[in-house]
């Protein structure tokens, strides 16, 4: 029982801290202005409390995203709902996408922020590892499609943070018109591997 107490602080604590950072860093102009000292005061914690829940800052942005991420992650992995008995594939991958880019959209510091400098290749990152890994299984159910590892790869650098940082803020590009341009670019993408590899059977 006397360890309750200190489990139960150490939850409040944390959830205290990744809602301080989620406001402050949807305030913020640049993710990198937030420092943990920010986070801190904020959450009105110790400096300690932060290091000792998340490591460093790059933990605390992962946890952040992470928690930021469960609510779609479903959606993300499975695709668009079915669309009568079997959903095409190429549904699916535009679901998928659409639900990446919404995300990165909702999320436009965070993401930033994370890919930035959230410690290390982006790429590593256990997010995109998932996204990548469910794309990849959706495009090798389309015929004609090869080389979706690299396929799934050049999709999703259709929804990196700093791309989408650039459209939606700088160029100040509506959010239904980037999700179109994002769904039009994976049609092409999908038709022209699969008739470049029709082409080569002939």
Same mark, same amino acid.
């Given at each position: 029982?006397?360890?309750?107490?200190?489990?139960?602080?150490?939850?409040?604590?944390?959830?205290?801290?990744?809602?301080a950072?989620?406001?402050?860093?949807?305030r913020?102009?640049?993710?990198e202005d937030?420092?943990?000292?920010d986070?801190?005061?904020?959450?009105?914690?110790?400096?300690g409390?932060?290091?000792?829940?998340?490591?460093?800052? *790059?933990? !605390?942005l992962?946890? &952040?995203?992470e928690? /930021? #991420?469960?609510?779609?992650? %479903?959606?993300?992995?499975? =695709?668009? @709902?079915?669309?009568?008995p079997?959903?095409?594939?190429?549904?699916?991958?535009?679901?998928?996408?659409? *639900?990446? !880019?919404?995300?990165k &959209?909702?999320?436009r /510091? #965070?993401?930033?922020?994370? %890919?930035?400098?959230?410690? =290390?290749? @982006?790429?590593?990152?256990?997010?995109?590892e998932?996204?990548?890994?469910?794309?990849?299984?959706?495009?090798?159910?389309?015929p004609?499609?090869t080389?979706?590892?690299?396929?799934?790869h050049?999709l999703?650098?259709?929804?990196?943070?700093?791309?989408?940082?650039h459209?939606?803020?700088?160029?100040s590009?509506?959010?239904?018109?980037?999700?179109?341009?994002?769904?039009n670019?994976?049609i092409?993408?999908?038709?022209?591997?699969?008739?470049?590899?029709?082409?080569?059977?002939?």
């Open positions: 029982m006397p360890e309750r107490k200190p489990r139960k602080d150490a939850a409040r604590n944390r959830e205290a801290v990744l809602a950072a989620d406001a402050l860093f949807a913020c102009e640049n993710p937030v420092t943990m000292a986070i801190a005061a904020a959450a009105g914690v110790g400096k409390t932060l290091f000792r829940a998340f490591g460093d800052r *790059a933990g !605390l992962r946890a &952040l995203y928690a /930021r #991420l469960e609510p779609i992650r %479903e959606a993300v992995e499975a =695709g668009p @709902p079915p669309l009568g079997v959903t095409p594939p190429q549904d699916r991958v535009a679901g998928l996408l659409d *639900a990446v !880019l919404c995300f &959209l909702d999320n /510091r #965070l993401a930033l922020a994370l %890919e930035e400098g959230g410690g =290390g290749s @982006p790429y590593q990152a256990d997010h995109y998932r996204w990548h890994s469910a794309l990849q299984s959706v495009l090798e159910q389309i004609g499609l080389d979706s590892d690299f396929t799934a050049a999703l650098a259709a929804t990196r943070a700093d791309l989408v940082e459209l939606a803020g700088e160029e590009v509506p959010r239904e018109r980037m999700r179109a341009q994002l769904a670019f994976a092409r993408v999908l038709g022209s591997g699969a008739r470049q590899e029709l082409s080569a059977e002939e």
